[in-house]
């Protein structure tokens, strides 16, 4: 500790080279980060879809958010046994003014949709929803992306126009990251009238998933288009499984960031410290033994460390704080425990970066040090 | 200067009232043998020495002859292949590396010829340095390294960076560094090699001063015949062996 304002001052002498070693961590640092809180997005997703309902859609296809299923499906459903009622969702991509901003409209049946997921207003009212065939209730987080506000008629590129009735939170994330409306009003526009991207099924028992969804499929089993029955969360991990793929793919990306992160830092330490020999020299001739030496030389690159990973988690916290939804599709998140997980990431790259280094500068003899140098 | 003097001295005049023997320094057979592209290469051959309390001590001898070699062994920068060091009744080959560390700190004070000081502190801070192996006030500490300082007529320049001071204001600044932690030995590797005639006969004057004044024991290596003169003793090393010992008033 009492040698702490020589690295300090070290540190900020060599402001170049400080600055430099700090970005390559934050760098690093905030794509860990931004990996971080994407993950978390998807497991929330995930994780917020509900064991007990069934989800029903188009049998067969790769990509299940094409699926479509027919409305009068739902009479055949509703006479399984074991079905407690069931309902219709249809959902569209919709673009507001760029193309960066999606957003995922699901048209329902609100009384029915009411009953199998939980819907609570923030603000706004049911009745003014009610009341009018454009109505909209906004995902908070979503209506706190664009600014949406009670009253506001809100135009999406593809031609759609919706007024906000009111906007809410639910314990569905993948329904409190998009907008409400009403699913006349949206299959007609999408020319899709009499369908439904998926319908849900709420269950009179909730341990009989398995076979209920077996009955539902077979139920179906002659009907023009055949479908795919499973609990919801079973559904919405494979509505995700290519994002998940992608997610895959850039965890490999970020751990290879990460690697020639370490390996930059060590390089950079490494040539410090060889730059520096003379110094270590001068400090072992002074008193200063090999622990203390190892301490400052290392204190330095953790001092970095600190200072990047500091950057790094602060961009992270401002990517959240300007757009929590990752352009409207999933909730980024990022916990405590994840930044600190981060954080001794980043005090990791540090420590790796000197540690060798600096141990080979302290074993040299103090004579070699100061004549190597020379 | 009187108040510098005495900020700095603590134990000089200390020293001689609990003296163990008369001699601060005692080299006892010492020999260094480096192993160089398989060979051995014999350095130092069975060096004897003793230096008494408050003397100044000249080391010449042609380049390669082992006077660096000897000097950085009596400041336990370097370790003898045989032999024995005693400082002040201290002997340095039976210390551990971090006793030896400690032991250099308190004991030992180096004047370099390249300085050697930290190139991004200040000067204050350069001659604070050694003192932040002591537990010390930094009150304290700051009074130590400025009267240090003074003593070496650096006060003007205390927060300037080694860049921006002349080789001379370097070297004198490397001994305020020397000098603050009270060492009962300065040890002097070339301290005018690298100056011109005016900033070296300053050097040489201070390096005087401190031993006529503070009664410092000075061993000092040197190639400059006029540094020799300055020293109490002259002590000549030839291919590793000490070949003669004069009074340099004898010399003269």
Redesign the interface.
């Known amino acids: 500790m ?2 702490l304002p ?1 690295v300090l ?2 540190l900020f ?2 402001r170049r080279r400080t600055l430099l070693m700090a970005a390559g961590i934050a760098v690093a640092v905030f794509v860990i980060s931004a990996l971080l809180a994407v993950e978390r997005g998807f497991a929330t997703l995930i994780s917020s879809a509900d064991d007990t309902l069934l989800n029903v859609r188009e049998k067969g296809l790769a990509c299940p958010v094409t699926s479509r299923v027919f409305d009068s499906y739902l009479g055949s459903i509703a006479s399984t046994p074991g079905v407690r009622s069931a309902t219709g969702v249809l959902r569209g991509l919709y673009t507001y003014q760029k193309k960066e901003n999606l957003v995922v409209v699901s048209g329902v049946d609100y009384e029915a949709f009411r009953k199998l997921k939980s819907v609570r207003l923030v603000s706004g009212s049911e009745q003014a929803f009610l009341a009018r065939s454009d109505a909209a209730l906004v995902g908070a987080p979503m209506a706190a992306r664009h600014g949406w506000r009670e009253g506001q008629s809100v135009a999406f590129v593809e031609g759609l126009t919706v007024t906000v009735a009111g906007t809410f939170v639910s314990a569905d994330k993948s329904y409190d990251a998009g907008v409400l409306t009403h699913k006349g009003y949206l299959s007609r526009l999408q020319r899709d009238e009499g369908k439904s991207t998926y319908l849900i099924v709420g269950l009179s028992d909730p341990g009989m998933v398995s076979q209920v969804s077996q009955a539902i499929d077979t139920g179906l089993a002659n009907f023009p288009k055949p479908t795919k029955t499973q609990s919801e969360r079973a559904s919405r991990e494979r509505e995700l499984q290519d994002f998940l793929e992608v997610r895959r793919m850039l965890g490999l990306m970020v751990a290879a960031a990460v690697l020639v992160s370490i390996f930059g830092a060590a390089n950079s330490v490494s040539m410090s410290v060889r730059e520096r020999l ?2 270590v ?11 203390q030496i190892l301490c400052i030389l290392i204190g330095e690159s953790l001092a970095v460390a600190i200072v990047g990973g500091g950057i790094g988690i602060g961009l992270s916290a401002l990517l959240l704080a300007t757009d929590r939804t990752m352009g409207g599709m999933i909730p980024l998140g990022l916990r405590a425990s994840a930044v600190a997980m981060v954080a001794g990431a980043s005090l990791l790259i540090g420590l790796a970066g000197a540690l060798l280094p600096a141990l080979r500068a302290t074993r040299l ?3 070699d040090c ?1 004549r190597l140098a ?1 | 200067m009187k108040n510098a003097l005495e900020v700095i001295v603590t134990s000089a005049n200390q020293h001689k009232e609990t003296l163990v023997t008369d001699f601060i320094l005692k080299l006892n057979n010492i020999a260094k043998v480096y192993q160089r592209g398989g060979q051995s290469v014999r350095v130092l051959n069975a060096i004897n020495l003793e230096v008494t309390w408050g003397d100044y001590l000249a080391l010449m001898g042609p380049s390669g002859s082992g006077k660096t070699t000897l000097l950085n062994i009596i400041g336990g920068l370097d370790c003898p292949s045989s032999g024995s060091v005693s400082v002040d009744g201290t002997d340095i080959a039976e210390l551990s590396d971090r006793s030896l560390a400690a032991w250099r700190t308190s004991n030992i004070g180096f004047v370099f010829q390249q300085y050697n000081l930290i190139p991004v502190l200040t000067a204050l801070e350069n001659v604070e340095l050694p003192l932040l192996l002591f537990k010390m006030r930094k009150d304290e500490r700051r009074r130590r390294a400025l009267a240090a300082l003074a003593l070496v007529g650096l006060t003007e320049r205390s927060h300037h960076l080694p860049r921006q001071l002349s080789g001379g204001e370097e070297q004198r600044t490397s001994i305020a560094r020397a000098l603050v932690t009270d060492p009962k030995l300065i040890i002097a590797d070339e301290p005018t090699g690298n100056l011109d005639a005016a900033a070296a006969a300053g050097v040489l004057d201070l390096l005087g001063r401190l031993n006529g004044e503070l009664r410092k024991t000075i061993v000092m290596v040197t190639h400059d015949p006029d540094a020799g003169r300055r020293a109490k003793r002259l002590v000549r090393l030839y291919k590793g062996d000490l070949n003669a010992d004069h009074a340099t008033a004898e010399v003269a």
């Open positions: 009492r040698f020589l001052r070290r002498r060599n003379r110094e020299g001068i400090l072992r001739s002074l008193g200063l033994n090999k622990f003899p103090i004579v100061l020379d």
